[in-house]
C-alpha cells in the first residue's frame, strides 16, 4: 500500500513537472515575433517616422493608477507583463491594449434553491468580493473573467451547502462564507483572480416549515416557563416551612406575627376588617366541650 501510495505521488509530481516544462516553452515561444514579425514592426516604426508628429498622439496610452493594459503585438504579449500605470507608448497597427481593472468588485449571487443534507429546501443567495491580481492570466486564460466567476459563484454555493443540514446552515454561516472562499479562490486563482470574501446574506424558509419551527419554539418557551414556576413555587414552599418551624418554636412570634397582620389590614382602610383566630384557641374550646 505505501509502495503503491509513493508511487501515484511520484506520478503525479511528473505530470506536474510536465505541465509546467510545457508551459515554459510555450511562454518562451510566444515571445518570438519571428523575421515577418519584426519585418511588420520596422514597417510600422518607419510608418510612424513617416507620418510624425500626426500619428504621435495615436500611439500615446494613459492606464490610471487602478488599471494596468495588457499589450498584444502581432497577438502575442509584449514583455510579458502589463503596462501601467500613467503614459506609455505602442506602436501603430501592430498593438492591441486590453485594459483589466484592479478595483475590487463586488456582486451580488442570486437567490438558489438548494436542497440541505437533512432534505430542506432554502432559498439562498450571497454578496461576492473579488479583485484581478495577475492582468495577464486574467486577460489569456479564462474568457470574461468576472462572468466566469459569478457563474462559479453560483455553482459553489449550491455545492457547499448542499452538505450541509439546515441548523448548521443557520449557526454556522461563517464557517461556511469560509469554506466558499477557500474553494473559489482556488479554483479563481489560474486565472489571476482573488477571492477576497464571501457572504451569505439571507436564508429563506419555506412558510409551512417557518410556522413548524415558531411552534416549536413557542412550545419551548412554555415548557420553561412552568418548570421556572414550579421551581419557584418548591422554593416558596421550602420558606414557608422553615418559618412555620421557627413560629412553633416561639409562640411569642406567633403573636407578633397575628399583630403585624392587624396592622397590614387597618393600614389599608378598609370598610370591613377581618380578625384571624388562632387555631389554639379554637382547640381550647373543642376540648372543653
Known sequence: MISTASSTAEMVTQ?????????NVE?????????????LV????LFLIVTFPVTIFLCLRIVKEYERAVIFRLGRIVDSKPKGPGLFFILPCIDSLVGVDLRTV?????????LTKDSVTVSVDGVLYFRVH??????TRVSNAPSSTRLLAQTTLRNVLGTKSLSELLSDREGISLNMQE???????????????VEIKDVKLPQQLQRAMAAEAEASREARAKIIAAEGEMKASRALKEASLVISESPSGLQLRYLQTLNSIAAEKNSTIVFPLPIDLLQSFVQSK
Open 183 to 197: 474553494s473559489l479562490d482556488m479554483a479563481t486563482d489560474p486565472w489571476g483572480i482573488t477571492v477576497e470574501r
Open 27 to 39: 511562454d518562451k515561444r510566444s515571445g518570438k515575433l519571428g523575421c515577418l514579425g519584426w519585418l
Open 15 to 23: 505530470g506536474k513537472l510536465r505541465i509546467s516544462s510545457v508551459e
Open 42 to 45: 520596422f514597417l510600422s516604426v
Open 106 to 114: 463586488s456582486f451580488d449571487i442570486p437567490p438558489q434553491e438548494i
Open 134 to 139: 495577475c492582468p495577464i492570466s486574467a486577460v
